[in-house]
T-cell receptor, first 115, second 118 residues
């Protein structure tokens, strides 16, 4: 079965520091990978996605992620974190089912930014 | 583009009553919408897939008679929690799908509905 692991429940970084959020997936076929961000009490906003092609994907708000098939990973990075980036981040894999794709989410990583 | 709305954003109801939540795709047509449930400090769990003009597909363990889903048009899906009980209190989030190519799809999420059953 498909699964997504986000090993870090909480991460705290200083404003201006670099950030890397880890994501590992388990899926037998070609994975379609996503990162979403959720602010408290809000829905999810898509940061970036990977379908195929260049394994380094650029997203919104200065985020990027790199797909590494050999490591089954899709880590999210940002070179310089802003206080407004504090939120919860979810990695997801799109699993093919007969009607299309079903998203399987990781448990999420809460990012805290200290000034 | 790709904006999804939900209404209401927050609802409080008495135990035993039914609550309807609407999910709309505002600037695109969505043949498929999804309903998720999120418990505090937890991830999203898919409840069901809503297909326009046909019956919803429910995930294992989700009671279809309790969580009624209707997808009457290409821009609207509704989730009705029937005979709600306190354990149904949760954050319900919908999403709508845009297909790029077969299986290459992106889901766009609504802002969520907080349900509290007293």
């Amino acid at each position: 079965a498909q699964s997504v692991t986000q090993p870090d429940i909480h991460i705290t970084v200083s404003e201006g520091a670099s950030l890397e959020l880890r994501c590992n997936y388990s899926y037998g076929a070609t994975p379609y990978l996503f990162w979403y961000v959720q602010s408290p009490g809000q829905g999810l906003q898509l940061l970036l996605k990977y379908f195929s092609g260049d394994t380094l994907v650029q997203g919104i708000k200065g985020f990027e992620a790199e797909f590494k098939r050999s490591q089954s990973s899709f880590n999210l990075r940002k070179p310089s974190v802003h206080w407004s980036d504090a939120a919860e981040y979810f990695c997801a894999v799109g699993a093919e089912v007969e009607y299309g794709n079903k998203l399987v989410f990781g448990a999420g990583t809460i990012l805290r930014v200290k000034s | 583009g790709a904006v999804v709305s939900q209404h209401p954003s927050r609802v409080i109801c008495k135990s035993g009553t039914s609550v309807k939540i609407e999910c709309r795709s505002l600037d695109f047509q969505a043949t498929t919408m999804f309903w998720y449930r999120q418990f505090p400090k937890q991830s999203l769990m898919l409840m069901a897939t809503s297909n326009e003009g046909s019956k919803a597909t429910y995930e294992q363990g989700v009671e279809k008679d309790k969580f009624l889903i209707n997808h009457a048009s290409l821009t609207l899906s509704t989730l009705t929690v029937t005979s709600a009980h306190p354990e149904d209190s949760s954050f319900y989030i919908c999403s709508a799908r845009i297909s790029h190519h077969r299986f290459q799809e992106t889901q766009y999420f609504g802002p969520g509905t907080r349900l509290l059953v007293l």
